[in-house]
């Protein structure tokens, strides 16, 4: 089973080849990192599970964002329609959709490039989701706005 030094090396590869230096955890294995002053990506070792968990604050939803919001982010998670196989979540009490997806450390280590490439993808999935998201609110004429990003996210510097 991958152990914290383990993650702790992984996470020096990523930071190798993407330049970024932000990319260390702290002491609780928890990586947080802002790309493109746009998306906060946040990768959380699980050592129990031998899994990175890896999620995305995409959106703030109104208090009165419409149900046909709700029912396509359900179908994503339930259905993993357009998901990537990641999943959604709900913060209760911002109402902040978060998208999350598990990486096996194992796997993510013996091929650092393809795991900046999955994230790359994630990033351009949240794009979607959050015109997505935007579309639906701004048809149902909503009266607030949610805090969605815009344009496209690029993990490499």
């Not at 080849?17 to 802002?34: F, H, M, Q, Y």
């Not at 493109?36 to 968990?53: A, H, I, R």
């Not at 993993?80 to 959709?97: H, I, N, Q, R, W």
Request: hydrophobic residues 40%; contains cysteine; glycine residues 8%.
């Amino acid at each position: 089973m991958p152990t914290r030094e383990d993650y702790d090396k992984f996470l020096a590869e990523v930071r190798k080849e993407t330049g970024i230096a932000a990319i260390r955890s702290d002491e609780t294995g928890l990586v947080s990192v802002n790309v493109d002053e746009k998306y906060n990506v946040n990768l959380q070792f699980v050592e129990p599970t031998g899994k990175v968990l890896c999620f995305v604050e995409l959106a703030t939803l109104p208090h009165d964002a419409p149900k046909a919001v709700y029912r396509d982010l359900l179908a994503g998670g339930l259905f993993g329609k357009e998901t990537g196989g990641g999943y959604f979540a709900l913060e209760p009490d911002s109402e902040t959709v978060v998208y999350n997806y598990f990486f096996d450390i194992a796997q993510a280590a013996e091929d650092v490039e393809d795991f900046i490439a999955t994230l790359e993808k994630m990033l351009q999935l949240c794009d979607v989701w959050a015109e997505r998201i935007t579309s639906e609110l701004d048809s149902s004429g909503s009266e607030s706005t949610s805090e969605i990003p815009s344009g496209h996210a690029v993990f490499m510097v």
